[in-house]
C-alpha cells in the first residue's frame, strides 16, 4: 500500500514518528509539503522566517532522496491539496506530527471530517514537546498557571526516546511536484543579510557544537549578548529539523559530567520553558488576543505613533534597544535577554500594546514561534502566566550596566557608536546632546514613563 507523510514542522528524517510510522505501515510513502498562500490573509510573518523555510525544504528534498524518497510540493489549502494527491496517486492513509498552533490544529481537525467521510485512515502523532500538554497537569488534574511547579513536575517525568530512522521510502517517480519555493511565492522582499544555515545537518552541527563549546557555561553566560554563549537552536526546533527528544537526549549524555551538569540542567530548564508556554497556548488559546491575567484586561494603551516607528527601525536613542532591533532585523535573531528589555521598554516606557510588539517580532524572528513569543511578550508586559509583577519595571540604562558593561553587543549593531565610550552607553546624555553626531537623542525620559506606567496599572487595578 501507499501512504503520504504530510510534513509540516518537522522539516527533517531522523526521529520523525509520523514519518517513521508511515514508512513502517505502507510499502511506499509520498513525502509532501503543503505551501500556504498566506498573503494579505495576516501579519505574522516576514522574509525571515520563510528565507530559512524555503532552504530547509530544499535541504529536507536532498535529503530525502538519500532514503529513497522525494519531496512532492503543492500549494494551495491544506486539506484540499492532499485530498487531491490522495486521488491522483491512490493513497490509503496520510501520516502527519500534530501542530499545536491553534491554525495547525484546525487543519487537522478538517483534515481527519474528510477522511474519515472517505474512509481514509488518518494517524497524527504527537512530536513538537517532550511531554503533551495533558500530561503534566497538577494533582487535581488543571493546567499549571505558573512556572516552577510546572517545571518539577515536567523535570521528573520519564522522556521519551528519540525514533529510529526510517526505513526506504520508495516514492513513486510518476508523481508531478511543485518547484522549491523562492521568497517570491509569498511576494516577499528580501530577507535579513545573516540568516543562519537551515536543514537537518545544519541543525545537528550546531546543537553538536553547542553541547561542546557552550553548555559548561551556559549558565554564566546565557545573559551576556555579547557572547555566543547559547545553543542557537530555536529555529531549528521551531522547523523541526531536530526534535526535542534528540535535543534531550544529547544533551543529558552530558549530565554525567560535573563540569557540564550545572549548565545542562539550566539548559533543559529552558527547554521545559517552551513546552510550558505551549501548555499555556493549549489551555489557554485566548491568549492570542486577551492577557492571560485578567486582571489586566483592558489597560489602557497609547496609539502608536513616531516612538513605535523608531522603536520598528532601532533609532529610539537607547542604544541597548536600537542594536536589538537591529540584530533582529539583520539575522531574523535577537538575544534572549534583550528580547525582555526590548519587549519591556515598548510596553512600559512607551505604552505601546504588547501585542503590537508580539506581531513585529512575529514578522521578523526565523524563530518565531506563537506560543513561546506570546509567552515571552506577556511575561515583559507583566500581563502572562507567571509574568513579571507590573511594578518591577527594567531600566534599559542599568541593563546595560549589567549585561553589556563594555558597550560590546551594542557597538556591534550600532556601528555609529562604536568609539563612544562605555559610560555614555549606560546612561542619558548628561548635557542633553546626542553621543554620536549621526545617533538620536532618547526619544523619552525613563524614569517619567516609569513613573506614568505604575500610575497606569494602579488606576486599572482600582477601576476593576
Ligand atoms: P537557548 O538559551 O540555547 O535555549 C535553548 C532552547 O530553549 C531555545 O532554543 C528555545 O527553544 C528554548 N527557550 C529558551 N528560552 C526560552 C524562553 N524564555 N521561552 C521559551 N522557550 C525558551 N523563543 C522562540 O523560540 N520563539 C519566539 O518567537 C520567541 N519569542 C520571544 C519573545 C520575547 C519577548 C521573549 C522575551 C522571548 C522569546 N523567545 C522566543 C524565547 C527566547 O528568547 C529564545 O527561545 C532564545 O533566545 C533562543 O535562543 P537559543 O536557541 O540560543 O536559546
Redesign the pocket.
Known amino acids: 500500500p501507499l501512504a503520504i507523510h504530510w510534513f509540516r514542522r518537522d522539516l527533517r528524517i531522523l526521529d520523525n514518528p509520523g514519518l517513521y510510522h508511515a514508512a513502517k505501515s505502507a510499502e511506499r510513502v509520498i513525502p509532501s509539503y503543503l505551501l500556504s498562500n498566506w498573503t494579505g490573509q495576516h501579519h505574522w510573518t516576514g522574509p525571515n522566517r520563510q528565507k530559512f523555510l524555503c532552504e530547509a525544504l530544499a535541504s529536507l528534498d536532498k535529503n530525502l532522496q538519500t532514503v529513497g524518497g522525494r519531496l512532492i510540493l503543492r500549494s494551495g489549502d491544506a486539506v484540499e491539496a492532499l485530498l487531491e494527491l490522495v486521488d491522483e496517486s491512490g493513497a490509503r492513509a496520510i501520516f502527519y506530527n500534530e501542530d499545536p498552533d491553534p491554525y495547525g490544529k484546525s487543519t487537522e481537525e478538517r483534515l481527519k471530517a474528510a477522511c474519515e467521510s472517505r474512509g481514509l485512515a488518518c494517524h497524527g502523532y504527537h512530536d513538537v514537546t517532550l511531554h503533551a500538554p495533558h500530561e503534566v497537569l497538577t494533582q487535581s488534574g488543571d493546567p499549571y498557571r505558573v512556572f516552577t511547579p510546572y517545571s518539577k513536575n515536567w523535570l521528573g517525568l520519564e522522556k521519551p526516546e528519540p525514533f529510529p530512522k526510517p526505513r526506504s521510502l520508495g516514492t513513486p517517480d510518476d508523481i508531478p511536484s511543485d518547484g522549491l519555493p523562492t521568497l517570491a511565492h509569498w511576494k516577499l522582499p528580501e530577507a535579513g543579510e545573516e540568516i543562519l544555515e537551515a536543514g537537518e545537518k545544519a541543525a545537528h552541527n550546531r546543537l553538536g557544537r553547542?553541547l561542546e563549546e557552550r553548555l559548561a557555561h551556559?549558565k554564566d553566560h546565557?545573559d551576556i549578548p555579547s557572547i555566543s554563549g547559547?545553543?542557537?537552536?530555536?529555529q531549528d526546533?521551531?522547523f523541526g529539523l531536530i526534535s526535542p527528544r534528540t535535543v534531550y537526549a544529547k544533551a543529558a549524555e552530558l549530565l554525567e559530567k560535573p563540569s557540564e551538569s550545572e549548565g545542562v540542567q539550566t539548559?533543559i530548564k529552558?527547554?521545559a520553558?517552551?513546552e510550558f508556554?505551549m501548555a499555556i497556548l493549549h489551555h489557554y488559546p485566548e491568549v492570542l488576543e486577551k492577557e492571560f491575567n485578567r486582571d489586566w484586561r483592558g489597560l489602557p494603551w497609547d496609539e502608536p505613533g513616531e516612538t513605535f516607528a523608531a522603536w520598528k527601525e532601532g533609532r529610539t536613542g537607547f542604544p541597548i534597544i536600537d542594536a536589538g532591533i537591529r540584530e533582529l532585523r539583520a539575522t531574523g535573531?535577537?538575544?534572549?535577554r534583550v528580547?525582555?528589555i526590548?519587549?519591556m521598554f515598548l510596553t512600559k516606557d512607551l505604552h505601546i500594546d504588547w501585542r503590537l510588539?508580539e506581531q513585529f517580532?512575529?514578522q521578523q524572528?526565523t524563530?518565531?514561534?506563537i506560543a513561546?513569543?506570546n509567552?515571552?511578550?506577556q511575561?515583559?508586559a507583566g500581563t502572562g502566566a507567571d509574568a513579571a509583577p507590573y511594578f518591577r519595571i527594567q531600566n534599559p540604562w542599568s541593563q546595560t550596566k549589567r549585561y553589556d558593561p563594555k558597550g560590546e553587543y551594542i557597538k556591534r549593531w550600532v556601528p555609529e557608536l562604536k568609539d563612544v565610550p562605555a559610560k555614555q552607553l549606560m546612561e542619558p546624555p548628561a548635557d542633553g546632546k546626542p553621543i554620536a553626531s549621526d545617533y538620536p537623542l532618547p526619544c523619552v525620559d525613563h524614569k517619567a514613563e516609569r513613573e506614568r506606567t505604575l500610575s497606569i496599572f494602579k488606576k486599572h487595578k482600582q477601576s476593576s
Do not use: C, P, Q
Not at 230 to 234: E, G, L, N
Open positions: 553547542a551556559y546565557r547559547t545553543t542557537r537552536i530555536s526546533l521551531r539548559f529552558e527547554l520553558w517552551r508556554y535573531f535577537m538575544h534572549n528580547r525582555m526590548v519587549a510588539g517580532f512575529m524572528l524563530d518565531g514561534e513561546s513569543n509567552g515571552g511578550w511575561w515583559s
